[in-house]
């Protein structure tokens, strides 16, 4: 088993800027796929980027260039800076760690982004 604990989520101008973070425990593999997804009320969650252990990356369209996915391998976490960011960026935004065996997903961390 492996739990996920993500912080930083909050209010936000639009314009402005966030940081996620998620600290994963308990079971942890060596090659593993940490990442953040996003559900928006009424919509399916999307991934927003995703990271390996081995340092590859991959990031939706949408935030290509506002968005920076990290991680600290020896504390198992990951991160995501979000800046200039959008009104339609308010979602729910989770954590999840991933290997071939299972997937685990954090609680949950909102972002809300308004004026």
């Known amino acids: 088993q492996v739990q996920l604990v993500e912080s930083g989520g909050g209010l936000v101008r639009p314009g402005g800027s966030l940081r996620l973070s998620c600290a994963a425990s308990?079971?942890?593999?060596?090659?593993?796929?940490m990442g953040w997804y996003r559900q928006a009320p009424g919509k399916p969650r999307e991934l927003v980027a995703r990271?390996?252990?081995?340092?590859?990356?991959n990031y939706a369209g949408f935030v290509k260039g506002r968005f920076t996915i990290s991680r600290d391998n020896l504390r198992n976490t990951v991160f995501l800076q979000m800046n200039s960011l959008k009104p339609e960026d308010t979602a729910v935004y989770y954590c999840n760690y991933w290997v071939i065996q299972a997937s685990y997903w954090g609680q949950g961390t909102q972002v809300t982004v308004s004026s």
């Open positions: 308990g079971s942890i593999s060596s090659g593993n796929t």
């Open positions: 990271m390996s252990s081995g340092g590859t990356t």
